[in-house]
């Protein structure tokens, strides 16, 4: 089991930053991957960027050349900076841990943090 505790949303104008930070503990030694997904109201949870335990990144189209994910492993945590904010990019984003174990994979989610950008 893994638990993941966000922080770092808030609310900024268009062209600020954010940075979101998600701590890990637990299993965490069986982590395969982590990310941060957003979702907006009636719409469905949508992957923003990933990094992998061998350190692979992949990010949403919308969010590339402005939002970069990293890790920290001596804290257990793994970071999304985010410049160049856009209204569009206001959302509730989701901390997100990929287990894999014996074969099967497992998902955890934490809590969500509101990001709010104003035009």
């Known amino acids: 089991q893994v638990q993941l505790v966000e922080s770092g949303g808030g609310a900024v104008q268009a062209g600020g930053s954010l940075r979101l930070s998600c701590a890990a503990s637990?299993?965490?030694?069986?982590?395969?991957?982590m990310g941060w997904y957003r979702q907006a109201p009636g719409k469905q949870r949508e992957l923003v960027a990933q990094?992998?335990?061998?350190?692979?990144?992949n990010y949403a189209d919308s969010v590339s050349g402005r939002f970069t994910i990293s890790r920290d492993n001596a804290k257990n945590t793994v970071y999304l900076q985010m410049n160049s904010l856009k209204p569009e990019d206001t959302d509730v984003y989701y901390c997100?841990?990929?287990?894999?174990?014996?074969?099967?994979?497992?998902?955890?989610w934490g809590q969500g943090t509101q990001v709010t950008v104003a035009s």
């Open positions: 997100n841990a990929e287990l894999q174990r014996g074969g099967v994979f497992y998902d955890y």
């Open positions: 637990g299993s965490i030694f069986r982590i395969n991957a």
């Open positions: 990094i992998t335990s061998g350190g692979s990144t």
